[in-house]
């Protein structure tokens, strides 16, 4: 089961790089934050955007390979955490021409209760179906990748960034990203990078930035705690 949302990830630090969650408290109180654990991810939610604003993850060689039979259950749902009138609804979606899309995947998910957990729409954003199901999912499987031939722990950020002209989906006004980000982060070799891609079909992947460039264009300082 899902942990009730709160204002820190204490139920679980885990998830983190060194155990040392994000600090809900250090994001600017508009964006109405809300810390939801989950069992193999954690989200930091907007109650203004009705979206994730962070995701992370911590994946194994073990994990990734235990997700790779996992059969997805396709079933999206609001997430009960969360009061009305803070969170999306499958209603939003409807009619908007755009995907419901993960940010901690739905591949990454070693069994049946993480995977019917990544189908909450705390863990979506408004996404471009072509980028989603094309370049967003090439992404997410060179991340797994790798992540099988790691030594150690990986942590995966991923989230959307707001730019530009705000456009929002349904009577909830989801908010929909002008891009999105993933940033790895690769325990036992101690290094790091990210990737930023608009949220349009015909993004493409870029070579992947270093974890200060990652800074500069989001502001997000994910890997405080970790050695850099």
């Not at 109650?47 to 059969?71: H, N, W, Y």
């Not at 995907?99 to 863990?123: E, V, W």
Request: aromatic content about 10%; hydrophobic content about 40%.
């Amino acid at each position: 089961m899902a942990l009730p949302g709160g204002r820190n990830f204490n139920s679980c630090p885990n998830l983190f790089p060194q155990q040392a969650p994000l600090n809900v408290a250090s994001v600017n109180a508009e964006w109405k934050p809300i810390a939801l654990c989950s069992t193999n991810f954690a989200v930091l939610y907007s109650g203004l955007s009705k979206t994730p604003l962070v995701v992370v993850e911590r994946l194994s060689r073990a994990q990734i390979e235990d997700a790779k039979d996992e059969q997805r259950t396709e079933q999206f749902f609001p997430d009960p955490r969360l009061p009305a009138g803070a969170r999306a609804e499958l209603s939003d979606y409807v009619g908007s021409g755009l995907d419901r899309g993960h940010m901690a995947p739905a591949g990454d998910q070693p069994d049946q209760q993480s995977m019917a957990q990544s189908f909450a729409l705390s863990n979506m954003i408004p996404q471009d179906p072509t980028n989603n199901r094309k370049i967003w999912s090439k992404v997410e499987k060179d991340v797994r990748k790798f992540a099988r031939r790691a030594h150690g722990a990986v942590y995966v950020f991923s989230g959307p960034m707001f730019n530009g002209p705000r456009r929002t989906i349904g009577a909830n006004r989801v908010w929909v990203p002008s891009a999105m980000f993933k940033l790895v982060y690769d325990e036992a070799g101690g290094r790091s990078w990210a990737y930023i891609l608009p949220n349009t079909a015909d993004a493409r992947i870029e070579a992947p930035m270093d974890y200060q460039a990652f800074v500069k264009a989001t502001g997000w300082k994910l890997l405080s705690a970790a050695s850099q």
